[in-house]
């Protein structure tokens, strides 16, 4: 009886210290470069650029997750110890929970070797489409400096912070020529969210089948604030659509919509599937930890 007592001790003991050893957490809110994630839980979103940037990260235990919401669970439940995101993303994430904060690391110094490709985002429109220069001399005339302020309204309003008027806006054609049919995740802070029932500062209806605006449901976002930009200048009516990620680029090549403005970087890959317009923003790489 003695023995087996102690045997189901033993048992109980090599459990509870490999469960202690399995959510045992490591700080890496001193990190100044990659090298000094070595050891750390580190995750990206599955399919993403983030995931591939992630393998440049030598001696970590490394994981996926299918969403972005995924990878936040994960880090508040101390299941990793960081997650890739992109700098905009970070700012949202820490603005709306004080317990997180981001590693400031620089691509190609301290942080991921990248190129503008990987780290910037565009427009994605069918093949051959002449609606790539159209939106592109529009993209033109927006400054720099419009788009980084405009990025930081976006991660304040998604942060739920109140914002008075919008850097960029332009008038709505009041007839317009045809419809701007837009693909987005609208989920996806501060590129792209879903507002219920109260739509936030400059929040457009988020559309269903039929081409039908869905009751009590609004996007908004940077790439909201530019795809209703694009189509004010082009004299059209926007409408935004929700997608899965997956399904974005077969929605624009079946022509179910126009164009993709999703936070979306123009990698080799996806530019063998549709074209994209110049960049609309560009990023840094970043790790999200807990404090």
Known sequence: MKRTLSLLLAVLVTVFAFVS????????????????????????????????????????????????????????????????????????????????????????????????????????????????????????????????????????????????????????PENPTGTLRIAMECAYEPFNWTDLNTPSLGAVPIYGEGGVAQEGRYANGYDVQIAQYVANKLGLKLEIYAYEWDALIPAVQSGAVDAIVAGMSPTPDREAEVDFTNMYYTSNLVVIYKK
């Open 21 to 172: 050893c399995s959510n045992q957490k490591t700080d890496i809110s001193g990190a100044q470069s990659l090298a000094d994630l070595a050891g750390a839980k580190i995750a990206a979103q599955a399919g993403t650029f983030h995931a591939d940037a992630m393998m440049q990260i030598e001696n970590v235990k490394s994981s996926t997750y299918p969403e972005f919401s995924d990878l936040l669970t994960a880090l508040k439940s101390g299941a990793i110890d960081g997650y890739i995101a992109e700098e905009p993303t970070a700012l949202f994430a820490c603005l709306a929970d004080e317990t997180l904060d981001y590693l400031r690391l620089k691509n190609n110094t301290t942080g991921f070797t990248a190129t503008e490709n990987e780290t910037g985002i565009a427009i994605a429109v069918k093949t051959d489409s002449a609606l790539r220069e159209q939106i592109n001399s529009v993209l033109a005339e927006i400054s720099e400096d419009v788009r980084y302020n405009l990025m930081l309204q976006m991660a304040d309003l998604s942060a739920g912070k109140t914002v008075e008027s919008l850097v960029l806006s332009s008038e709505i």
